[in-house]
């Protein structure tokens, strides 16, 4: 199984829609970090968490990284079609959180905004 | 832009070749990462580079191998390719822990 579970693989909204991706770790979070992909293109680094209860945000998109660290959720207000797109989740797993920037990556999950 | 470049873009080439893909990271950053994205495995991360010194190794076979030079950019070099080896590689680099990616060379093994 993944050590990082991103739910649900895909997801069909109609735009102005709010939706949410989650990502769950079978391990402490140390840092998570939310990246969107084009299909086919470099990742876009969206925002980094790191303490427990750390809420971000960026313009309609909001990340938050619960108490106990070990579940994010990206969520989207009023999306519209420049949102779609795949958005990863990545994080620090290892013990300690010594890992100096290398991640566990999600298998993402792939946006569609109708218009 | 993110400021890290890859080349090529694209890379075909034949089973049992040796390619090598290169990576500039940004200006300043000292740290580079190569991941691997395939449709099966998703997004692995492959090997670190700190200042030329190898900081950290993923699931990286040992037909591939990687170097950071005095100018701090990185080649990734993958030998005795094979069909699975067709992926999407990324080089990512960062000055304060947030990886920043590269646009990625895609390589197509026939």
């Known amino acids: 199984s993944q050590e990082l579970e991103q739910s649900p693989q895909s997801l069909i909204v109609q735009e102005g829609k709010n939706l949410t991706i989650n990502c769950t770790s079978s391990?402490?979070?140390?840092?998570l970090y939310w990246y969107k992909q084009k299909y086919g293109e470099g990742l876009i680094f969206l925002m980094m968490?790191?303490?427990?209860?750390e809420e971000k945000s960026h313009e309609k998109i909001t990340a938050k990284l619960d108490e106990k660290k070990q579940q994010s959720s990206l969520h989207i207000t009023a999306s519209q079609p420049s949102h779609a797109g795949i958005y990863l989740c990545?994080?620090?797993?290892?013990?300690?959180?010594?890992?100096?920037?290398?991640?566990?990556f999600g298998q993402g999950t792939i946006l569609t905004v109708h218009p | 832009d993110s400021g890290v470049t890859q080349t090529p873009k694209h890379l075909i080439t034949a089973t049992g070749q040796r390619v090598t893909l290169r990576c500039s990271p940004r200006?300043?950053?000292?740290?580079v990462y190569w991941y691997q994205q395939s449709l099966d495995q998703g997004l692995q991360f492959l090997i670190q580079?700190?200042?030329?010194?190898?900081?950290a190794k993923g699931n990286i076979l040992e037909r591939f191998s990687a170097q950071q030079f005095p100018d701090l950019h990185s080649e990734l070099n993958l030998s005795s390719l094979e069909l699975g080896d067709s992926a999407l590689y990324f080089c990512?680099?960062?000055?304060?822990?947030?990886?920043?990616f590269g646009p990625g060379t895609r390589l197509t093994v026939l």
């Open positions: 990512a680099s960062s000055k304060q822990g947030i990886p920043v």
């Open positions: 391990k402490t979070l140390y840092g």
């Open positions: 968490l790191q303490k427990g209860g």
């Open positions: 990545g994080a620090d797993i290892s013990a300690g959180g010594t890992s100096y920037g290398k991640l566990t």
């Open positions: 200006s300043g950053d000292l740290s």
């Open positions: 580079y700190y200042n030329g010194e190898e900081r």
